[in-house]
């Protein structure tokens, strides 16, 4: 299998497993007997702990283990921790096995994030057309699950995950590339600390974790929003593909159209685009405005995405992508969206769309941090690949 098709087919896989679990997990939760709000905090701890796991813990694991072997373990410890949430009832045991899978499976968002980026450095793949795949991957994902659970009921989506995850284990002997054998971070002493001594990394950064963490209310509420306004299950499936397929037609175009666009300008696209989005389904507590407001997705989600890809395609030096990656994955991707999650399932109590206000209102300090970024990528470059302290 060539390199473009095995990471294209790595991206299907795993976010075939990110659909199933980041929009129905909430719902899943339900079924045992946990409240919206308990579910809530479920979920936050989850991303809190994820943030710990991708932060600290990927970057140590890849100075000690190849990212082939990570690529097959990974997934596979994954799913043995979740055949544990089938036997166990009540609040501890589900929080304890909460935090074990949030430490494991999370780790290959920036994993395979961190292949592909050192894949697109060295023009082996095209970043884009194998990126958009993982959005399709994702699309397969919440169409099937929605099509299950409205069947068999909510409790299914535990076992859609885990047959997901073993198909991501056992695709993982063929589909990670060779060179891989190798660890992503040879040297023991490569300090994150370096990383965050640019300016230009840290306004990057904090642009993510407020344009991804406003996403927080759409993917932890979005599914029993929609139930709440009386839409069907497999329906609200379908209605959830809709962004993923405004994400798909952006990565398909991304390489091409955004090559010339400056990272600052990219970003405040996306910002403007986010409290349109999330404004909009606040003021209209509408299916239809929330089906329109899914094209946004490519620019929301999308946008914010590859510009961050492509700041540490141009500024991040090889040995410190994996701190890159996990940097985003942690604070982005996991705390910041965690704690404004826990934030959504209090408002969430008041009103099903105050959520998304609070969402639209997150993303206003995002435009004078793109001012920022703008400034310092002009003035200061990032670390160089020296490893020393």
């Not at 991303?47 to 283990?65: E, F, H, K, N, W």
């Not at 499976?105 to 023009?123: C, D, F, G, Q, S």
């Not at 399709?136 to 069947?151: A, E, F």
């Not at 040995?319 to 934030?343: K, N, W």
Request: hydrophobic share 55%.
């Amino acid at each position: 299998m060539n390199k473009q098709a095995g990471m294209s087919v790595q991206f299907y896989l795993f976010f075939f497993t990110w659909g199933v679990f980041i929009p129905y997990w909430t719902a899943w939760l339900k079924t045992k007997g946990f409240s919206i709000e308990e579910a809530g905090w479920f979920v936050s701890l989850s991303l809190i702990v994820r943030s710990a796991s991708t932060l600290y813990g990927y970057p140590a694991l890849c100075r000690v283990a190849p990212l082939s072997q990570l690529a097959r373990w990974l997934p596979f410890l994954s799913a043995v921790i979740l055949l544990g949430f089938i036997p166990f009832q009540g609040f501890v045991p589900i929080l304890i096995l909460t935090v074990l899978f949030a430490w494991t499976y999370p780790v290959l968002l920036p994993m395979n994030e961190t292949i592909a980026n050192m894949l697109a450095k060295e023009k082996q793949i095209d970043y884009g057309r194998s990126r958009l795949w993982g959005s399709v991957g994702y699309i397969v994902g919440l169409y099937v699950t929605g099509w299950i659970t409205s069947r068999l009921g909510d409790a299914s989506t535990l076992y859609v995950l885990f047959i997901g995850l073993i198909v991501v284990y056992l695709h993982s002997f063929v589909g990670v590339s060779n060179q891989f054998a190798t660890k992503a971070s040879t040297a023991a002493n490569v300090s994150m600390r370096k990383l965050f001594k640019s300016r230009a990394f840290i306004w990057c950064l904090f642009v993510c974790i407020l344009l991804q963490g406003a996403h927080a209310a759409y993917n932890s509420y979005g599914v029993v929003y929609l139930q709440k306004l009386g839409i069907d299950n497999s329906q609200i499936g379908l209605i959830m593909i809709v962004a993923v397929v405004a994400e798909i037609g952006f990565f398909y175009v991304a390489d091409r159209f955004m090559e010339n666009v400056p990272i600052a300008v990219m970003f405040f696209i996306a910002a403007v685009s986010s409290v349109v989005r999330w404004g909009a389904i606040y003021l209209f507590p509408d299916a239809t405005v929330f089906i329109i407001t899914q094209v946004l997705h490519a620019i929301t989600f999308g946008l914010t995405h590859f510009a961050y890809m492509r700041f540490v395609n141009q500024w991040v030096p090889n040995v410190y992508i994996p701190s890159a990656q996990g940097a985003y994955a942690s604070l982005a991707m996991g705390l910041g969206t965690g704690l404004l999650t826990i934030l959504c399932g209090y408002a969430y109590t008041v009103s099903p769309q105050l959520p998304f206000l609070l969402m639209a209102a997150l993303t206003i300090p995002s435009f004078g941090l793109v001012f920022l970024l703008h400034g310092a990528l002009k003035r200061q470059p990032l670390p160089t690949t020296s490893t020393s302290s």
